[in-house]
């Protein structure tokens, strides 16, 4: 008896010190403190626990004769331990739980990314294969065009030959008579020089006239300005004159003639000034006759010399056409010569030629010998590029291998037996068989399963120590000789207890473990979803989103990599419920007819009406299209319900049967879709047993024939096997949202048609352009809700941020090139940069004031409250919630509106320039 009491204490103080130890580092983990894990925390933790155990057995030993004070404290005491203690182990087991989860989702990745990459690998293999036969059908075509060319090649060196023969005759005879005609092009080249000399000395006669008439010319101009230097000087002597008149006069007791002639020197002022400036006009109008004059004689003379030159050379090539005997005898031996060299060549050639249709003919011959070893059908390369596939193929095996050994020796495996063994929701989604679905329901499962494991250790561990506690000081208090007393007086005994019913102190580790499972069990009934799940009113209208309804979000495995904007809808009649956003399906109403009546009763067309609906932007991914700089590509996606009903749908719409249909039907392969494309229009429709893709240029041109390259794109990254871990995806799948909309800067500026300098801008201001913009907002009976995010690659958000930006902004206009910035590129640039930032995104919002007259219009609103935080200077996040008058669609549209007021309406302060980059 002895040994199994100190068992059981020994027992109690083991799962303690556990409890203890677990529980401060769960703690710890998590509130991110676990460099406070040191031992004066494990020496207090330890204290606690000791003290809760001594506590328990203190209650136990004296519960009817202690003071109920102290009673009700240490009762207290221990309730609160047990579930600080069980809250801490609750933390240590999640934290150790999402360790192995992130470590097994990092497996699956990689499994799946070998796993294309296998693919891949097939899909190369099978393409030498096929790239091999077709490579021996081409080698005969090859081969017979090849004997065709020689053939030719043959027939046309024998022409040459001919040629070579007749060309020799040909140059003895043009040797003849250029002899001839050298001595006539001596003697007419002789005349021509004369003709040459004679015109020139007349030149030279009209070039010394000219110096004379210009001579002349300039002294006219030069006596015309002395004439009007004399006139005004003869002026100034009279103004002189009078002036001297009144000094000669002098100071008289009458008059005081040295005070008249000074105001006549001040009347004359100005007369005096325009006659000196009019003398100075004169002399530096005779100064530029005169270096006129230089100039000419200077230009004259140089001319004079040239054409002197010009005679001297004539008069040289004249003696030497005279005197040039002995050099009509070289050209004469000169032309024998170079006939005898020609003819020498023509003799090479034609040897040449002979050699070429001798290698001609042995290369007819060679064709037809050659063959492959390894077969008509391959090759040495072809051989060796499928063995390194082959290869690599089987390396990526051993790897799915070795990282599928490393998920089975965790834990998550049994979890997921259990998962879908119990859970109903799994059966539920493969039943669909959609992949997304599935492992959506089986990750929601998992973490259930998990919780409930986890809670169910928690609610054990604790209070078992405090059980083994209580059964130690039961134990030690029973002695030997009592035993049978006890069962005498066992009736006796179960009468005093009843007297204080199943609320005694022996049953509290029960009560403990019953309480603990009923608060849980009516927590999870009362929030199934969890902290982001917001209870819905009776009131909230229909077709907003609903916790308790799962929304079918397949369509985001259809959003393109380089979108780098998407707008997801909570239903294809969201659309219509917010009026902003009509707008964005106008291109898609224009050009597809069915599109009206499918938005109004999708069920009944084969659509999802609980899935979500999303629509996305992206440039053209062909690039050797010719587009303009801001060339758009939007498009629509919706889950399909029901894929034969929708064909049938589409069929009749579309009239297809019809003898001339305006759309043309191509059913595709690699991947498997049906596209369906207008002839004249510029939308192309897309369809799989997922989801329907409408997309269409959003900025028309005479061919736009990337649409079906891009629809291409869309389902490839569909039908891709990690589609369900896309970008878009992770960012607005859920439902706690209506309407959302993300971009992405990086691919919209990245992406963006730029010039030379435009990528230069980019480039100085990448990384406060690189971020994720999330938008989530949500209408509820009486309220609408927005939840914003910016996330930066780089750690931007902090005080320097405006500074830096200015700065940058400043060198630019300052720099070579300042007209960038007035681009629709360089606009976009200045505006996400100043006004739909963060910073100043988040200060415009905080600034709105409902009852401001400049918000007229709103007064639906009752009011609004708004926060936001950093996070490690690189993730800011704000909200918004306003309580307004109106419902659903309304308070969507209205808080749109809103928000564009704050930041690019009169609010912002920017309107004007941002709404005409918008516009642009």
Same mark, same amino acid.
């Given at each position: ?150 053939? *030719? ?13 007749? *060309? ?33 000395? @007349? ?259 604790? %209070? ?70 917001? %209870? ?89 299209? #010719?587009? %303009? ?71 028309? @041109? ?53 010039? %030379? ?6 480039? @100085? ?27 930066? #690659? ?92 109106? *419902? ?26 941002? *709404?005409?980059?918008?516009? #642009?």
């Amino acid at each position: 008896m002895k040994v199994f009491t100190l068992l059981i204490g020994g027992a109690a103080l083991f799962i303690a010190g556990c409890a203890a130890y677990f529980s401060v580092r769960g703690i710890a983990l998590t509130f991110g403190a676990v460099s406070a894990f040191t031992i004066p925390i494990i020496i207090m933790a330890s204290s606690l626990e000791f003290g809760k155990l001594i506590a328990a057995s203190f209650l136990y030993r004296h519960w009817k004769s202690c003071n109920k004070t102290l009673r009700t404290y240490l009762s207290l005491a221990v309730v609160l331990l047990v579930g600080i203690t069980s809250a801490g182990i609750y933390g240590y087991l999640s934290q150790a739980f999402e360790q192995t989860l992130s470590q097994v989702e990092g497996y699956e990745k990689q499994i799946a990314s070998l796993t294309r990459q296998q693919g891949e690998y097939d899909r190369l293999i099978s393409a030498y294969q096929s790239s091999g036969q077709k490579g021996s059908a081409m080698r005969e075509e090859k081969q017979a065009d090849e004997r065709k060319r020689l053939e *030719s090649y043959i027939t046309e060196r024998r022409g040459d030959i001919k040629l070579a023969e007749a *060309s020799k005759a040909t140059m003895a005879k043009e040797t003849d008579e250029m002899i001839i005609g050298e001595r006539g092009r001596r003697k007419a080249e002789q005349e021509r020089l004369e003709s040459v000399i004679g015109i020139r000395r @007349q030149d030279i006669v009209a070039l010394e006239n000219q110096k004379k008439e210009y001579k002349k010319e300039v002294d006219l101009r030069i006596e015309q300005e002395l004439a009007k230097e004399t006139k005004a000087n003869e002026r100034l002597a009279k103004l002189d004159a009078s002036v001297k008149f009144y000094r000669d006069k002098g100071r008289t007791f009458l008059e005081d003639g040295i005070k008249k002639a000074n105001e006549l020197l001040k009347d004359q002022a100005g007369e005096r000034d325009a006659l000196r400036a009019t003398l100075s006009e004169i002399n530096a109008a005779s100064q530029k006759a005169r270096d006129d004059l230089t100039v000419r004689y200077k230009s004259i003379d140089g001319r004079i010399a040239l054409v002197q030159k010009e005679v001297s050379e004539a008069s040289l090539k004249i003696t030497g056409l005279t005197t040039g005997g002995a050099e009509q005898a070289d050209n004469v031996k000169t032309a024998l010569e170079t006939l005898q060299v020609a003819r020498a060549d023509v003799d090479a050639r034609i040897r040449t030629l002979e050699s070429e249709i001798a290698e001609a003919s042995r290369k007819i011959t060679d064709l037809s010998e050659t063959e492959s070893v390894f077969g008509p059908d391959s090759s040495a390369e072809l051989e060796a590029k499928k063995s390194e596939l082959l290869a690599k193929k089987e390396s990526a095996e051993r790897e799915i291998l070795a990282l599928q050994g490393e998920i089975r020796a965790t834990d998550i495996g049994s979890f997921k037996f259990v998962a879908s063994a119990f859970d109903s929701e799994v059966a539920a989604a493969e039943a669909t068989g959609n992949p997304i679905l599935i492992k959506e329901a089986m990750d929601n499962a998992v973490n259930r399963v998990v919780k409930w494991f986890i809670m169910i250790l928690v609610v054990v561990f604790d %209070p078992l120590a405090v059980t083994l506690v209580i059964a130690y000081n039961a134990s030690l208090l029973r002695k030997p000789e009592d035993e049978t007393e006890t069962q005498a007086d066992s009736g006796g005994s179960e009468e005093d207890d009843s007297s204080s019913g199943f609320f005694r102190l022996a049953n509290l580790p029960i009560i403990l473990v019953v309480g603990g499972l009923a608060a849980w069990g009516i927590f999870s009934a009362v929030n199934p979803g969890g902290n982001q799940t917001v %209870p819905r009113g009776d009131s909230e209208l229909p077709g907003f989103g609903d916790a308790k309804t799962r929304l079918d979000d397949r369509a985001f495995a259809y959003v393109p990599e380089q979108a780098f904007g998407v707008c997801s809808f909570s239903g294809l009649r969201m659309i219509d419920e917010v009026d902003v956003t009509k707008s964005i399906i106008r291109p898609f109403l224009n050009r597809v007819p069915f599109l009206g009546e499918l938005k109004w009763d999708p069920e009944s067309c084969g659509i999802n009406p609980e899935g979500r609906a999303l629509y996305f932007l992206q440039f053209p991914t062909q690039d050797t299209v #010719e587009t %303009p700089s801001f060339q758009l590509v939007g498009g629509l996606v919706l889950p399909i319900a029901d894929a034969s009903k929708l064909k049938e749908f589409i069929l009749q719409e579309l009239d297809l049967k019809s003898q001339a249909p305006s759309w043309k039907v191509v059913e595709r392969q690699s991947p498997d879709y049906l596209s369906i494309q207008h002839k004249s229009a510029y939308v192309s429709l897309g369809l799989d047993e997922n989801c329907l893709v409408m997309i269409t240029s959003l900025t028309p @041109q005479s061919d736009a024939v990337f649409l079906d390259k891009d629809l291409e794109q869309v389902f490839v990254s569909g039908r891709r096997e990690d589609a369900v871990d896309s970008a878009f995806r992770a960012k607005l799948s859920g439902n706690d949202y209506d309407l959302a909309l993300a971009l992405n800067g990086a691919n919209f500026f990245g992406e963006f048609k730029k010039t %030379p300098a435009e990528e230069e801008l980019f480039n @100085q201001f990448r990384e406060f352009l690189s971020f994720d913009m999330i938008l989530k907002a949500k209408a509820r009976s009486g309220e609408v809700s927005l939840d914003g995010e910016y996330a930066y #690659e780089k750690p931007v958000l902090n005080s320097d941020f405006g500074f830096t930006v200015a700065r940058k902004l400043d060198a630019v206009r300052d720099g070579t090139n300042p007209s960038v910035l007035s681009s629709p590129f360089g606009g976009l640039v200045d505006l996400f940069l100043q006004t739909l930032d963060y910073q100043t995104a988040v200060k415009m919002l905080s600034r709105i004031d409902l009852e401001s007259p400049e918000t007229k219009g709103f007064e639906d609103f009752e009011s609004l409250e708004s926060g936001s935080k950093i996070r490690a200077e690189s993730t800011g996040s704000f909200k918004m919630r306003i309580k307004s008058h109106q *419902s659903g669609g309304d308070s969507l549209s209205l808080m749109i509106k809103l928000l564009y007021f704050a930041t690019l309406g009169n609010g912002g302060g920017e309107s004007t320039k941002a *709404s005409a980059f918008i516009q #642009e």
